[in-house]
């Protein structure tokens, strides 16, 4: 496979342009003469937070690029992110890497909120959330559960070649709906890891499998 002009890091739901993912597939990817671009979704604001935003973010950015394959590198959320930005701009997206991908999104992935937590979001407008980037509790707008409810991975049809990385120990991520989404799709290849939702232990062995993958070995 060759390699792609630019790479992309699409980093997870309160989470940062500068987690420790990021940082260190940059330095790798740096070695190979590429840099890894990482897109702040916290910006303008994280309580204004939507699906529909990143996308529209990702797309501006990838329009100012100069021609080229694209790989996207999607972390949890941002997993999520990429298949809809591939499902979108397809001409341009030749391959994706899902990190623990938040499949279950807008399908059961806010099952974490009782019926009646989300009936008091909508009611107030905002609900604090935890954001690891800053260490700190921050809002979110009711607006991004009422957005996400408008995007469904599967049923995003794709012919990009898939890599994807996940946790059997994740308890944010079932690993079974992953295997759900890998399983009729053959452009897919799924590693379940001993790991957990972050995949740290796991960086060295997911480089390995992705440096093939991303063109970068002879």
């Not at 950015?61 to 298949?83: D, K, N, Q, Y």
């Not at 001409?91 to 499949?103: G, Q, S």
């Not at 009646?116 to 690891?132: L, P």
Request: glycine share 6%.
């Amino acid at each position: 496979m060759t390699r792609p002009r630019h790479v992309f890091y699409l980093h997870g739901f309160a989470s940062s342009a500068q987690s420790k993912k990021a940082a260190w597939f940059g330095d790798r990817l740096r070695e190979h003469g590429l840099t890894l671009r990482c897109p702040d979704f916290n910006e303008p604001a994280f309580a204004t937070l939507t699906m529909t935003r990143m996308l529209d973010q990702l797309t501006a950015e990838i329009e100012t690029l100069e021609p080229g394959p694209i790989a996207l590198i999607g972390s949890s959320l941002g997993g999520v992110v990429a298949i809809h930005a591939a499902g979108r701009i397809g001409a341009r997206v030749d391959r994706l890497v899902l990190l623990a991908p938040a499949v279950m999104f807008a399908k059961d992935g806010h099952r974490f909120l009782e019926p009646e937590k989300v009936a008091r979001w909508r009611a107030t407008g905002a609900i604090d959330v935890f954001h690891h980037a800053y260490d700190a509790e921050r809002p979110l707008h009711y607006a991004f559960f009422e957005d996400s409810q408008k995007y469904d991975v599967f049923e995003v049809g794709l012919r990009q070649p898939i890599l994807i990385f996940q946790g059997l120990r994740d308890e944010s991520v079932d690993y079974r709906t992953v295997e759900q989404y890998a399983a009729k799709r053959p452009n897919v290849t799924l590693s379940l890891l001993d790991d957990d939702h972050q995949l740290m232990a796991s960086l060295p062995r997911m480089w390995d499998a992705m440096q093939p993958f991303l063109g970068l070995t002879d």
